[in-house]
């Protein structure tokens, strides 16, 4: 099986694995206060290049986005995002859950900019609308696409104009770093928070919160705890962080898995299939026959979206596990059933 369903459905890295194996096996401190924890923190803030920065590390990436999102808004306040921003489409109401409403804007690229946004701002200037607090962005969108360095600048700028947070979920930040023109140590000059996704790149499971703003860092564990996101065995999260920052693999697999996306968008684009969306990163979206999946799906492992009734999206992900051998097999099984 060509496997190109997610860019999550491995253990996690042999590294990574070595270093849990090498935890203690016991003694060790509960709650994020224990020596692996220490560490992750430290190599984190060396390659960001700030020191001032509180960071958190939380099992998955909803609980990740509810904190970060949730934690200092007032209950009259919201969250403008894309509408097909992963916080409104795929994570079951969790942030409407807590209270704070979601205002979308409809996108054909999945990325919002500063006119956008300053559009629903506006929207939302009367005495009964919720009032904007939070920007909601992911890098890399939901739609596979990439933010440049001045675009989230530019839409940065525009927050604190409108005074509000922008919030980066960086599920897979580490494609999007391999993606696009963003540097790590530029990520805390761009937004006031930010993810720093392990799970969706060599982790078990596992996000790095990343505060920038000191607004945002009051009674910041109050409310995990109150949240349920403190885990009592946080030194796994930390060793597991500790393993991928310590000597670049975090990139080197964000990098890898971007890599392979290359080579499968070029394959494609030469059989000359309908991409849903320009391809960026490590989701690949194409248009095909509905008739025919069944016989892709065969031997290759992929999610569908509707679309019409004679074609669907199918969304191929690549990740650092992904070889060039599957890319090649799914592209004959292509050129096989066409």
Same mark, same amino acid.
């Not at 409104?88 to 969790?94: Q, W």
């Not at 839409?155 to 023109?181: F, H, Q, W």
């Not at 592209?331 to 059933?337: M, N, R």
């Given at each position: 099986?060509?496997?190109?369903?997610? /860019?999550?459905?491995?253990?996690?890295?042999?590294?990574?694995?070595?270093?849990?194996?090498?935890?203690?096996?016991?003694? =060790?401190?509960?709650?994020?206060?224990?020596?692996?924890? /220490?560490?992750?923190?430290?190599?984190?803030?060396?390659?960001?290049?700030?020191?001032?920065?509180?960071?958190?590390?939380?099992?998955?990436?909803?609980?990740? @986005?509810?904190?970060?999102?949730?934690?200092?808004?007032?209950?009259?306040?919201?969250?403008?995002?894309?509408?097909?921003?992963?916080? *409104?489409?795929?994570?079951?109401? &969790?942030?409407?859950?807590?209270?704070?409403?979601?205002?979308?804007? !409809?996108?054909?690229?999945?990325?919002? @900019?500063?006119? $956008?946004?300053?559009?629903?701002?506006?929207?939302?200037?009367? %005495?009964?609308?919720?009032?904007?607090?939070?920007?909601?962005?992911? +890098?890399?969108?939901?739609?596979?696409?990439?933010?440049?360095?001045?675009?989230?600048?530019?839409?940065?700028?525009?927050?604190?104009?409108?005074?509000?947070?922008?919030?980066?979920?960086?599920?897979?930040?580490?494609?999007?770093?391999?993606?696009?023109?963003?540097?790590?140590?530029?990520?805390? &000059?761009?937004?006031?928070?930010?993810?720093?996704?392990?799970?969706? *790149?060599?982790?078990?499971?596992?996000?790095?919160?990343?505060?920038? *703003?000191? !607004?945002?860092?009051? @009674?910041?564990?109050?409310?995990?705890?109150?949240?349920?996101?403190?885990?009592?065995?946080?030194?796994?999260?930390?060793? +597991?962080?500790?393993?991928?920052?310590?000597?670049?693999?975090?990139?080197?697999?964000?990098?890898? #898995?971007?890599?392979? $996306?290359?080579?499968?968008?070029?394959?494609?684009? /030469?059989?000359?299939?309908?991409?849903?969306?320009?391809? +960026? $990163? =490590? +989701?690949?979206?194409?248009?095909?026959?509905?008739?025919?999946?069944?016989?892709?799906?065969?031997?290759?492992?992929?999610?569908?979206?509707?679309? #019409?009734?004679?074609?669907?999206?199918?969304?191929?992900?690549?990740?650092?596990?992904?070889?060039?051998? %599957?890319?090649? *097999?799914?592209?004959?099984?292509?050129?096989?059933? =066409?």
């Amino acid at each position: 099986m060509n496997v190109f369903l997610n /860019d999550y459905n491995d253990l996690c890295h042999e590294r990574v694995l070595e270093r849990i194996t090498e935890v203690n096996p016991k003694g =060790n401190v509960g709650y994020g206060f224990d020596t692996y924890t /220490d560490r992750a923190k430290k190599l984190i803030k060396r390659d960001l290049k700030r020191e001032d920065v509180e960071i958190e590390f939380l099992s998955g990436g909803t609980i990740a @986005n509810i904190i970060a999102i949730t934690s200092n808004l007032m209950p009259y306040e919201g969250i403008i995002a894309a509408d097909s921003g992963h916080i *409104n489409a795929h994570e079951a109401g &969790s942030i409407e859950a807590t209270g704070k409403k979601i205002e979308t804007v !409809a996108t054909e690229d999945g990325k919002l @900019n500063s006119l $956008s946004i300053r559009k629903k701002y506006s929207q939302l200037s009367e %005495e009964f609308t919720v009032s904007p607090k939070l920007v909601y962005i992911s +890098q890399t969108t939901e739609l596979g696409t990439v933010y440049s360095l001045e675009e989230i600048k530019d839409i940065y700028a525009t927050c604190k104009e409108l005074d509000c947070y922008l919030y980066i979920d960086g599920a897979r930040m580490a494609v999007g770093l391999a993606a696009s023109d963003v540097q790590v140590e530029d990520l805390c &000059s761009i937004c006031d928070i930010f993810t720093l996704g392990g799970t969706k *790149n060599g982790a078990i499971y596992g996000e790095a919160l990343v505060i920038v *703003n000191d !607004a945002l860092k009051k @009674n910041i564990r109050r409310y995990m705890k109150q949240r349920g996101a403190v885990l009592a065995k946080g030194f796994i999260l930390g060793a +597991q962080f500790e393993a991928l920052f310590e000597d670049g693999l975090y990139y080197e697999l964000g990098k890898t #898995s971007y890599e392979r $996306s290359i080579h499968l968008a070029q394959s494609l684009r /030469d059989m000359g299939v309908k991409f849903y969306a320009e391809p +960026q $990163s =490590n +989701q690949v979206f194409i248009l095909y026959p509905t008739e025919k999946i069944q016989g892709l799906a065969e031997n290759n492992s992929f999610e569908v979206s509707p679309y #019409s009734e004679d074609e669907k999206i199918l969304r191929f992900v690549t990740s650092y596990r992904t070889t060039p051998e %599957e890319i090649d *097999n799914l592209i004959a099984d292509l050129k096989k059933i =066409n």
